[in-house]
């Protein structure tokens, strides 16, 4: 499975978009970026997947750049409950491996 | 329509003990997963279950052994607890592995354990 790098912590300001960076360079093909989100040691809750195109769901969206070398995950109107840490993910599809690999993801504070 | 169920929440054990972790799923899913998650860190996988009776080795097995019941159960057991697993554990599910993709993973709450 490819690895991914994310900053440890961002701010936003409530209300505002927050814009969750993460890099995967060696992307391979066929896999695809999920993000999930944990919220104070919550299990972690799937946000949203995609593999090329950008996509977008009723929590946020994933703009995927053409390379594929990278994405940002959306949250288009942060709010106080947005503050969690975000974690992406390059998930492996090998037969029998349907795991996913962790880091430490993004640390968000939504500032009121 | 609870999804994943852990039990117990919380639990405190005596360095030796031994101890099952429970979990259930009630979305009919295929595999089944258990994660660690020590303070400030990611989640790691100790063991999963691809399908009913299949069980395989995660990232960090050592200490740990877990049964597939069945389609819905899949435990976790401690042999002998030390402190070094001390964590959070979390259990998960998800639709069976295949080389397409778009199955994403459902997590339970959570399980608190200190050994001490």
């Known amino acids: 499975d490819a690895k991914t790098t994310q900053p440890p912590s961002m701010d936003c300001a409530e209300g505002r978009a927050a814009n969750l960076p993460c890099n995967h360079s060696?992307?391979?093909?066929?896999?695809?970026v999920y993000w999930y989100r944990q919220i104070h040691s919550q299990g972690p809750q799937y946000i949203i997947h995609?593999?090329?195109n950008n996509e977008t769901n009723e929590m946020a969206s994933l703009i995927i750049t053409e390379d594929r070398k990278s994405s940002t995950l959306i949250l288009p109107h942060a709010t106080l409950r947005d503050t969690a840490v975000y974690y992406c993910?390059?998930?492996?599809?090998?037969?029998?491996?349907?795991?996913?690999?962790f880091g430490t993801g993004t640390r968000l504070t939504v500032i009121p | 329509n609870a999804g994943v169920t852990q039990t117990p929440k919380f639990q405190v054990l005596k360095t030796g003990q031994s101890m099952t972790l429970q979990c259930a799923q009630d979305?009919?899913?295929?595999?089944m997963y258990w994660y660690r998650q020590d303070p400030g860190m990611g989640l790691r996988l100790i063991y999963y279950?691809?399908?009913?009776?299949?069980?395989d080795k995660g990232e960090v097995p050592n200490g740990y052994n877990v049964s597939r019941l069945n389609k819905r159960e899949f435990s976790l057991r401690l042999e002998s607890a030390a402190p070094s697993q001390t964590s959070v554990y979390f259990c998960?599910?998800?639709?069976?592995?295949?080389?397409?993709?778009?199955?994403?993973?459902?997590f339970g709450e959570g399980s608190w354990l200190t050994v001490v």
């Open positions: 279950s691809a399908s009913e009776g299949t069980t």
């Open positions: 993910i390059v998930r492996g599809h090998q037969t029998g491996a349907n795991n996913l690999f």
């Open positions: 995609g593999l090329k």
């Open positions: 979305m009919n899913h295929n595999s």
């Open positions: 060696t992307i391979s093909g066929n896999e695809y």
């Open positions: 998960a599910s998800s639709e069976a592995p295949t080389a397409s993709s778009g199955n994403t993973i459902y």
